[in-house]
């Protein structure tokens, strides 16, 4: 056999074997829809975690979830950030915001696996969310109303819920 007719040979397999195993992103596009199934909004959930590489790259749910749960520390730590900033420009409603910042900062704390041995990862990172609807009530109480600080706490919440989502599947 030539070398024209190996190589060929080799195109073609080449060719069968891309036309027939899915690719790294179908398949993490496959796991997150997977695993948003336990999400509040399923669509937003799977938008949310196939629009990072690393989390659709990541080879099984406990990947998924480790990368989401980065993805929502980060988010948190930058909504701190933000409020802490906001704080700073906005002296009527210094107090309320600090609070907020401090509420996000905390939040981090709560976002990771650490109770998934004994089950409790689910509510662990629920905590996270019971410090931003403390932020909420604080920017509530003191009749703040900032759009941008509305704006961050909603995309917050809807990383938050697609690591939540990850977080669960785990569990069940």
Request: proline share 2%; charged share 20%.
């Amino acid at each position: 056999m030539d070398s024209r007719n190996r190589i060929v040979i080799f195109a073609a397999i080449v060719l069968y074997l891309f036309l027939h195993f899915p690719s790294q992103t179908e398949a993490g596009v496959e796991l997150a829809s997977k695993v948003c199934k336990n999400s509040q909004n399923f669509e937003s959930c799977v938008q949310t975690l196939t629009s990072y590489p690393q989390i659709v790259a990541a080879p099984d749910e406990k990947a998924i979830a480790e990368k989401a749960l980065e993805l929502a520390r980060k988010e948190s730590g930058d909504s701190s950030k933000f409020f802490a900033g906001l704080a700073q420009s906005n002296p009527s409603s210094k107090t309320a915001l600090e609070q907020c910042a401090a509420h996000f900062k905390e939040a981090v704390l709560f976002l990771n696996l650490k109770g998934l041995q004994g089950g409790t990862a689910s509510l662990d990172v629920h905590y996270a969310l019971d410090e931003v609807d403390q932020c909420q009530a604080a920017l509530s109480s003191g009749n703040v109303l900032i759009d941008s600080a509305t704006s961050v706490i909603q995309k917050w919440k809807t990383v938050y819920d697609a690591a939540a989502a990850t977080v669960s599947a785990l569990e069940h």
